[in-house]
Structure formats: structure tokens, C-alpha cells
């Protein structure tokens, strides 16, 4: 699996859109992206996927680059129960998951 | 659909005793997971089972942990004799099929003093 850096923190206003970066500029051609986040004192919790174009379901937006080397989760309007660790994993699979230390985001009302 | 089920909750233990922890996954998933999340770092792959068989346990650390999962429903991952360092959050997550989600429960913390 592509090794993945993401900033070790961020912070976002309340009700605006949270744009989380992701890169993995070793990413093989059949590797998938996958976003998970972990709210305090809970387990992982999967939000999306994709391997090529952008991807979209009730929870977030996942946005690839054309080059596949990095990619952006967009969360359209951040709540408090958004304050979470993200975190962005590559993986043919989508099991076996290598997670990183993820981005650390705080939704400030 | 029910969540996964993990318990203990918390456990506390000292070095040198054993303990064990228990995984329910959702109906119907055949594949399991084990992780342990040490405070600050991200979740880390101890094993994978397939039903009742072990697809990936290369970072389990087999001298003191060892896993099960019978009739390919439950499972328990013991550790025995513990160490000050496997102080962590232990997860379990399952999955219906490659390429779907894992769902985790929320872990079991264990403290070894």
C-alpha cells in the first residue's frame, strides 16, 4: 500500500466546509483511497472510497487529483460532532488497512 | 444492523498475567479483524481471519498473543503474559466482503501496570 501524509492537524469554523488533504504520491493503478475517521473513544468509522473519480455520498466528498497522487475529503458544512482523527489509506482491497497517524480536526463553533 | 460488540470495556491488569478479549462481528461477515492502537498512533493490524481461518497474522506477536475464531462467528484474542507495552486499544472490525467497508466496535482498553 502507498504511503500516505496527511498534516497532523487542521481547524474548521462550524457550518463551513472542511477540506481535508491527503498525499499518496506512490499510488498504484489499482489502489483504491479510503477515508475513515475516529471520533474520540470509538472505533474507526468508514466514510468513503474511490480510484479514480471523484466520489460523493451523504457523508463527505472525496475529490482525486487527475494523477491520482493526492486527494481531498470535503466535508460541506462541518458540525461539532465532526471533531474527529481522519485519516486517508490506500489499499487494493479495502482490508488489511495501514493506517497513518491522520489529521487531527477540530470543528470550532 | 446491530454494531460489533467487543467486551471487556476496560480491562487492568499487571505485567506478567494474562487476559483475554471477546469480538461479536455483525451477522453475516465472514471476515475479521484485530487491531491494536497504541495512544497517539493510529490503529495497527495484529490479524485477519476469513470465516474460521487466519488469512494475515505476520505482525501479531505470536510468543504472548494468540487469536481464535470459532465456527467462523466470535473471536477472542488472549494475551499471555502481558507486558508493560501492549498498554493499547484493542479493536475488532469486520467485513462482509473485499472491497467493502470495515466496521469497528469500540475497542477494549487495556492498561498493563
Known amino acids: 500500500d502507498a504511503k500516505t501524509t496527511q498534516p497532523p492537524s487542521m481547524d474548521c469554523a462550524e457550518g463551513r466546509a472542511a477540506n481535508l488533504p491527503c498525499n499518496h504520491s506512490?499510488?498504484?493503478?489499482?489502489?483504491?483511497v479510503y477515508w475513515y475517521r475516529q471520533i474520540h473513544s470509538q472505533g474507526p468509522q468508514y466514510i468513503i472510497h474511490?480510484?479514480?473519480n471523484n466520489e460523493t455520498n451523504e457523508m463527505a466528498s472525496l475529490i482525486i487529483t487527475e494523477d491520482r497522487k493526492s486527494s481531498t475529503l470535503i466535508l460541506p458544512h462541518a458540525t461539532l460532532r465532526d471533531t474527529a482523527v481522519y485519516y486517508c489509506?490506500?489499499?487494493?482491497?479495502?482490508?488489511?488497512?495501514?493506517f497513518g497517524e491522520g489529521t487531527q480536526l477540530t470543528v470550532n463553533p | 444492523e446491530a454494531g460489533v460488540a467487543q467486551s471487556p470495556r476496560y480491562k487492568i491488569i499487571e505485567k506478567r498475567q494474562s487476559v483475554a478479549f471477546w469480538c461479536n462481528p455483525i451477522?453475516?461477515?465472514?471476515?475479521l479483524y484485530w487491531y491494536q492502537q497504541i495512544l497517539g498512533q493510529g490503529p495497527k493490524l495484529l490479524i485477519q481471519?476469513?470465516?474460521?481461518?487466519?488469512?494475515?497474522d505476520s505482525q501479531l506477536p505470536k510468543d504472548r498473543f494468540s487469536a481464535e475464531r470459532l465456527k467462523g462467528v466470535d473471536s477472542t484474542l488472549k494475551i499471555q503474559p502481558a507486558k508493560l507495552e501492549d498498554s493499547a486499544v484493542y479493536l475488532c472490525?469486520?467485513?462482509?466482503?473485499?472491497?467493502?467497508?470495515?466496521?469497528f466496535g469500540n475497542g477494549t482498553r487495556l492498561t498493563v501496570t
Open positions: 472490525a469486520s467485513s462482509s466482503e473485499s472491497f467493502s467497508p470495515l466496521h
Open positions: 506512490t499510488i498504484s493503478g489499482n489502489e483504491y
Open positions: 474511490g480510484l479514480k
Open positions: 489509506i490506500t489499499s487494493t482491497s479495502g482490508s488489511r488497512l495501514t
Open positions: 451477522s453475516g461477515h465472514a471476515t
Open positions: 481471519f476469513q470465516n474460521n481461518g487466519v488469512v494475515d
